[in-house]
């Protein structure tokens, strides 16, 4: 890369695309969350379909939680950029979205 290019770049475009993959999965694992609980209430209530829902709606509060944190350090970033995610952050975020996608999977199966 020249120096003129690297004088070019906008620093500010990296976090601002990743705060929006952020809210991007944020929103799939609502739309997961939702069609989630949906299949454990239909047909009726029982003890496993509630238990379900009550499964998928925290590992969705605990996915938009870590979301949110992470949304919230990346647009309060100083010049210097915003700091790496945690990693307890990461894996949190990311067995967030497996188990999520688990109970998706059994409720449909």
């Known amino acids: 890369m020249t120096a003129q290019a690297q004088d070019e770049r906008d620093p500010g475009l990296q ?7 952020w809210r ?8 997961a969350a ?3 609980m949906k299949t454990a209430l239909h047909g009726g209530r ?6 379900a829902c009550a499964l998928c709606c925290a590992l969705w509060l605990g996915f938009l ?5 992470r949304i919230r350090t990346l647009s309060t970033a100083g010049p210097g950029g ?3 995610l945690a990693p307890r952050h990461a894996t949190a975020a990311a067995l967030c979205t497996v ?3 688990v109970c998706a999977l059994a409720l449909v199966f």
């Open 65 to 69: 939680a870590l979301a949110h944190h």
């Open 46 to 51: 029982s003890v496993a379909g509630l238990l």
């Open 15 to 21: 976090p601002e695309r990743t705060r929006l993959a």
């Open 82 to 84: 915003p700091a790496a």
């Open 99 to 101: 188990a999520l996608a």
């Open 24 to 31: 991007r999965t944020t929103l799939s694992s609502t739309v």
């Open 34 to 36: 939702l069609l989630a």
